[in-house]
């Protein structure tokens, strides 16, 4: 048998994108498969488009805090948010970053780049750019071979999350569904 995955992700944005979502997403994904999880976010100013930081743990942990140079991911749903928490990731954990293009950085790790954005209003939807974080994470880390397969969850786990989720809301789960796949297909569009 598989081991169990032990996984400390930081997910970070602004107020309103969504960063909570895809904390509680990726945790009930978690809890579905029987994993304990531990969550704890930091909020700022972001009614005011501040900073919004959220932790992730799966697996056997006794805090819920992950500490600078402990993280295995980091999914940064601003560009900015890389510099800001960077320096969560261990020496080989990764990114996935909200950017136009890849940029330098001076956090460690491997670093994977989607302009989330730019689809996003391509999809005339820029409120499921959080999903098409997620989606592209999911794929691209997955499939990526130094990470082994090692995530607790892929791509299918969080769609049935999101229909128990927004069960009835019919447009709102089209529309969530669509944005996590685009994230996912986007990958081979990426190096």
Not at 35 to 43: G, I, K, M, N, R
Not at 85 to 104: D, F, R
Not at 114 to 133: E, G, I, V
Request: proline fraction near 4%.
């Amino acid at each position: 048998m598989k081991d169990k995955p032990r996984n400390q992700i930081v997910i970070s944005g602004v107020g309103g994108q969504g960063v909570l979502f895809v904390t509680r997403l990726l945790a009930e994904a978690a809890i579905a498969k029987g994993l304990p999880v531990f969550t704890s976010e930091t909020h700022g100013m972001a009614q005011r488009g501040g900073t919004v930081i959220s932790h992730l743990k799966v697996g056997e942990f006794s805090s819920p805090l992950i500490n600078p140079g402990q993280a295995d991911g980091l999914i940064a749903l601003k560009a900015e948010n890389l510099s800001q928490h960077g320096g969560y990731l261990k020496k080989n954990g990764w990114a996935t970053v909200n950017s136009p293009a890849p940029m330098e950085a001076a956090a460690t790790g491997r670093l994977f780049f989607l302009d989330a954005d730019r689809l996003a209003r391509q999809m005339d939807d820029p409120k499921t750019l959080n999903l098409l974080m997620l989606g592209f994470t999911l794929r691209r880390i997955s499939e990526t071979n130094f990470v082994k397969g090692w995530l607790h969850c892929d791509v299918d786990d969080v769609a049935a999350v999101l229909k128990t989720r927004l069960k009835g809301k019919v447009q709102l789960l089209q529309n969530a569904i669509r944005a996590l796949e685009a994230g996912a297909s986007a990958v081979a569009g990426t190096a």
